[in-house]
């Protein structure tokens, strides 16, 4: 196929290298949008290097999937800009933390099949030309739209790139799955800027268990099928599980960066505010990291 990752960071950087190492035809987008040559290192243990084209106009006219990698807040103002030299056939494939990003341009590109994925593969851009894998997870990729939903065979294309991967044609119970775990974590680890593994600690929990009570509120009402047990022990599970890592809001607001926190708790608050169910701890958390973000940034 004709790729084209929107948005090569981490995560972008890390599919490129995978695509192109199965045989597809990969090239980035920028923001630079000067036509070049990038190569990029894959660090693992085989450490291959790989060439993509860059910024070329041509290669966006004819790519058959775009890649969107990047930050949920970035969506918009990426996407946007290069949507009138797409085909309509291009398949747009949504892969970020956080809710809400494609709702708000959903109007501008209903015509295209889109899909949305959510990944726990680890990337870090170590430099502007290596991409390190820091941890193989597991991808999940569904339809966000009808036209979305004749494109199954994409998950072979991850599969055979980037194992493991599934599809899921309702992706959107996963994707609450994950923004309601993210709640939990995200928010607590960049405010007491600790590892995961912190939040197991019994002066932790009343708040974790507050957070998971207010978020299960709101996937009942959105009919996400997941008891409040069931949402507690997944989430000290992934504690556990992760224990030894920073959160990608603890890593953003330890560098300054903008956080994803409008897309996670954001949008909980604002599914919350519609279904009239309160959520006062959520929104402590909220404001406190836009408080952080606006003394940092
Ligand atoms: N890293 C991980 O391990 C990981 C794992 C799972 C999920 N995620 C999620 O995946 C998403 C991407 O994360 P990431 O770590 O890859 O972030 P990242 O390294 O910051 O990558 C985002 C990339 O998008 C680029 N970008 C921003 N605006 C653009 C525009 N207008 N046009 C073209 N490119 C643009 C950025 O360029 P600049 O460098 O110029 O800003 C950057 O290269 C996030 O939602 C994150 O939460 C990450």
């Excluded at 990029?40 to 450490?47: D, I």
């Excluded at 593969?121 to 339809?143: R, S, Y």
């Excluded at 599809?167 to 939990?184: E, G, P, R, V, Y």
């Amino acid at each position: 196929m004709n790729i084209t990752i929107l948005g090569p960071g981490a995560v972008g950087s890390l599919w490129a290298c995978y695509l192109q190492k199965a045989g597809h035809n990969v090239s980035l987008w920028t923001r630079r949008t000067t036509p070049s040559e990038l190569s990029l290192t894959l660090n693992t243990q085989e450490n291959s290097s790989y060439s993509f084209s860059c910024d070329n106009k041509e290669s966006l006219i004819h790519c058959d999937l775009l890649f969107i990698t990047v930050k949920a807040w970035q969506v918009e103002s990426a996407l946007l800009p290069i949507l009138p030299l797409l085909s309509q056939e291009t398949i747009l494939l949504f892969m970020h933390n956080g809710m809400g990003a494609i709702d708000a341009i959903e109007n501008q590109i209903s015509h295209h099949p889109i899909l949305q994925a959510t990944t726990t593969h680890g990337a870090l851009k170590e430099n502007a030309h290596t991409v390190k894998h820091t941890g193989f997870g597991h991808t999940v990729v569904g339809p966000f739209n009808s036209l979305g939903n004749q494109c199954q065979f994409i998950q072979d294309v991850l599969q055979h790139s980037l194992p493991s991967t599934e599809w899921n044609s309702d992706i959107q119970t996963a994707l609450w799955k994950k923004l309601a775990i993210n709640c939990a974590i995200n928010p607590l680890t960049a405010i007491y800027q600790c590892q995961n593994g912190e939040l197991s600690q019994p002066s932790r929990h009343q708040d974790v268990n507050r957070i998971c009570h207010e978020v299960h509120q709101v996937l009942q009402q959105e009919q996400i099928q997941w008891t409040e047990a069931e949402l507690l022990s997944t989430v000290y599970q992934v504690i556990s599980a992760t224990s030894a890592n920073y959160s990608s809001m603890n890593r953003d607001c330890f560098y300054q960066r903008k956080t994803e926190i409008d897309f996670i708790t954001g949008y909980l608050l604002q599914k919350a505010k519609q279904h009239a169910i309160s959520t006062p701890i959520n929104e402590t958390l909220y404001n406190q990291i836009k408080q952080l973000e606006e003394n940092l940034l």
